[in-house]
């Protein structure tokens, strides 16, 4: 079964802490002109929180910036999602924990206006961010499209990230990504790697210059390049994603030969992993199965 997902990745600067989310409304509307029957929406890290130019994330202005994920910034953003009628990934935001805690989190609203799902980055980018790691992964079902996975920015760069949220049965990888610094161009190959060794979508969408360094790209379950931006100049990536093609390569492999989600055989003994006092356990190591759902 087909199940197309129209999406578009905005590579934009970010919009300076405190503006009006009436600006930011425009902005998904002007974006969602390049691909009118769009259904995902996606913005880069921290996309509401630019602090000036150069946009240096201050701590003082991040923490008085954070609200609970049931103050007025999410609630008007649910409010934008209901009203576009799209899945919407508005970045990151800075969110107040219940114990005063300052977490990055990425948020997703859906098209009736709820808050689908959210996820705090289990790894800051440290010592440069002050935020407090989050501890869970997070997948979102984007209706009857397909599963989704959340990340942030760093959390690409460890390999069990990815693995776990595969293995809770994504099929596309949403990584919003701040990335002002050199080391893009590693990034865009841990986008096509993670692609590869997970066979999920990735969409890993980075904020424009002179901010960051853009070169956003959105990368299929073989690694191959769907899209990408060359530059870091604002720009608008527009693609057809069928989910479906994570089962496709799944059970066919990468390239028509590599299937690793079908390395073990059920009663095979378990691989010990030290490093993290756990095991593969091939009576466990197939991904949860996707149960396709109305929109809820």
């Given at each position: 079964m087909s199940r197309i997902l129209p999406v578009i990745a905005a590579q934009a600067p970010p919009r300076l802490i405190g503006e009006p989310l009436s600006g930011f409304a425009q902005e998904v509307s002007s974006a969602l002109a390049y691909q009118p029957e769009a259904k995902l929406v996606v913005f880069p890290e921290l996309h509401?929180?630019?602090?000036?130019?150069?946009?240096?994330?201050?701590?003082?202005?991040?923490?008085?910036?954070?609200?609970?994920?049931?103050?007025?910034?999410?609630?008007?953003?649910?409010?934008?999602?209901?009203?576009?009628?799209?899945?919407?990934?508005?970045?990151?935001?800075?969110?107040?924990?219940?114990?005063?805690?300052?977490?990055?989190?990425?948020?997703?609203?859906?098209?009736?206006?709820?808050?689908?799902?959210?996820?705090?980055?289990?790894?800051?980018?440290?010592?440069?961010?002050?935020?407090?790691?989050?501890?869970?992964?997070?997948?979102?079902?984007?209706?009857?499209?397909?599963?989704?996975?959340?990340?942030?920015?760093?959390?690409?760069?460890?390999?069990?990230?990815?693995?776990?949220?595969?293995w809770m049965g994504a099929e596309l990888i949403i990584n919003v990504v701040k990335t002002t610094t050199a080391d893009r161009e590693q990034e865009l190959v841990l986008a096509r790697a993670n692609a590869i060794t997970n066979q999920v979508f990735m969409i890993s969408v980075n904020c424009a210059g002179p901010v960051g360094q853009g070169r956003s790209i959105i990368v299929?379950?073989?690694?191959?390049?769907?899209?990408?931006?060359?530059?870091?100049?604002?720009?608008?990536?527009?693609?057809?994603?069928?989910?479906?093609?994570?089962?496709?390569?799944?059970?066919?492999?990468?390239?028509?030969?590599?299937?690793m989600w079908s390395q073990f055989h059920p009663d095979e003994p378990a691989i010990e992993l030290p490093v993290y006092q756990g095991r593969i356990d091939p009576a466990s190591w197939t991904p949860t199965l996707r149960s396709p759902r109305s929109i809820a």
């Open positions: 509401l929180f630019g602090d000036g130019a150069p946009d240096q994330q201050r701590t003082e202005a991040l923490q008085e910036a954070a609200e609970p994920l049931s103050g007025p910034r999410v609630r008007g953003l649910r409010e934008m999602a209901a009203d576009l009628g799209i899945w919407l990934v508005p970045g990151s935001v800075c969110e107040r924990g219940e114990d005063g805690q300052l977490f990055n989190t990425q948020v997703v609203l859906s098209p009736n206006g709820g808050l689908a799902g959210f996820y705090r980055k289990i790894f800051p980018w440290r010592p440069f961010e002050p935020y407090d790691p989050g501890h869970e992964f997070i997948t979102v079902d984007l209706g009857s499209f397909g599963r989704a996975g959340l990340n942030i920015c760093y959390d690409a760069w460890f390999p069990e990230v990815t693995r776990q949220l595969a299929d379950p073989e690694g191959h390049v769907i899209t990408e931006a060359g530059t870091a100049d604002p720009t608008i990536l527009t693609a057809q994603l069928d989910l479906s093609a994570v089962e496709h390569v799944r059970t066919n492999g990468t390239a028509g030969l590599n299937r």
